[in-house]
């Protein structure tokens, strides 16, 4: 088994075609084809699936997937580190991030990051994700660092190593011209009236589902959805509608006027705040200065440190 026929291998799952991926690689296609049958051999096992609409991993293939792509990030991050010694640079990280955090908490993290002075050479590669897809690209090794929100670390699969950092809080919230704006002890009877937008950062679908129950047609209420939280903002501002958010992903709509958050007691959650990252793949010292800097700013955020009962 060789680190190119592991390169090969992964770029054809990727591409979903021998023709595409061999173009992409500048290699023959019967190569390309004999490079993955060989690996096929030395590993014992069928590793794709080739039919008409393309090419994709068997179920063996999925799983030898996930340390194939570590293989190759490991041994990119070896090379970095001899480039490092040589001056050459400082390698790379690939970050995902909430969207609820893009505004509020990633600048400020990433300013203090290349402030430090032996980070200057490092190239930082930021992604935007949604839950549903955390967990797949940390055990690919697609990604190195993944900050995010889970209330679930109890179920993470051992590959998955994880920094916990604090509780944080979703609230009601609305646009500053909103009926509700201002008012002081609001009820799920005042509040039932009007239409939400759900985020899955917020888990309102499944708050309203259990606090107003069948009767209040719950999902009929919901008229928006959205994964991206730098979109809610505006949306409540144009719209008479309701939604529930992390309080520190509008903090600073809060603080200028533009978002209100709603006096109630009825819908809360918490979710923890998670720094995630691949336990089969070693983390070099930017990723843990990286770490230790995401730790140091929720630290400044006040987070709780133990669960909120939602």
């Known amino acids: ?17 021998i023709n595409r991926a061999a173009s992409v690689l500048n290699v023959t296609q019967p190569s390309l084809s004999h490079s993955i049958k060989a690996l096929e051999r030395s590993v014992g096992a069928e590793l794709i699936i080739r039919g008409g609409g393309g090419v994709r991993a068997t179920a063996v293939g999925e799983e030898f997937a996930k340390y194939a792509n570590n293989i190759v990030r490991e041994a990119e991050k070896a090379k970095a580190v001899v480039e490092a010694s040589r001056g050459a640079g400082e390698g790379r990280i690939s970050l995902g991030v909430l969207s609820a955090f893009c505004n509020h908490i ?17 190239d930082l590669f930021i992604h935007t994700c949604n839950l549903a897809e955390v967990l797949k690209r940390i055990l690919r090794a697609e990604w190195d660092l993944v900050l995010t929100l889970s209330s679930e670390t109890d179920t993470f699969p051992p590959e998955i190593g994880f920094k916990s950092l604090g509780m944080v809080r ?18 799920l009877a005042d509040m039932a009236p009007y239409r939400w937008i759900a985020s899955n950062l917020g888990l309102t679908e499944a708050l309203l589902a259990r606090q107003f129950g069948p009767e209040g047609d719950a999902a009929g209420r919901v008229s928006l959805r959205t994964d991206s939280m730098t979109l809610i903002p505006g ?11 992390p309080d520190i992903s509008v903090a600073s709509e809060v603080a200028n006027g533009t978002l209100v958050r709603v006096d109630q007691t009825a819908l809360t959650s918490a979710s923890r705040l998670v720094v995630l990252y691949s336990n089969l793949s070693n983390r070099t010292p930017a990723m843990r200065t990286l770490i230790s800097i995401i730790g140091e700013r929720a630290r400044g955020l006040g987070l709780a440190s133990q669960s909120i009962a939602a």
């Open 170 to 187: 979703s609230s009601v919230y609305c646009g500053a011209a909103h009926p509700l704006a201002g008012q002081a002890g609001v009820t």
């Open 235 to 245: 949306l409540l501002s144009e719209f008479p509608f309701l939604c529930m958010a």
């Open 1 to 17: 088994m060789e680190l190119r026929q592991l390169r090969y291998f992964l770029t054809v799952l990727r591409l979903g075609s």
């Open 106 to 122: 990633t600048p400020q993290i990433l300013s203090e990051f290349f402030q430090v002075s032996h980070n200057p050479d490092v």
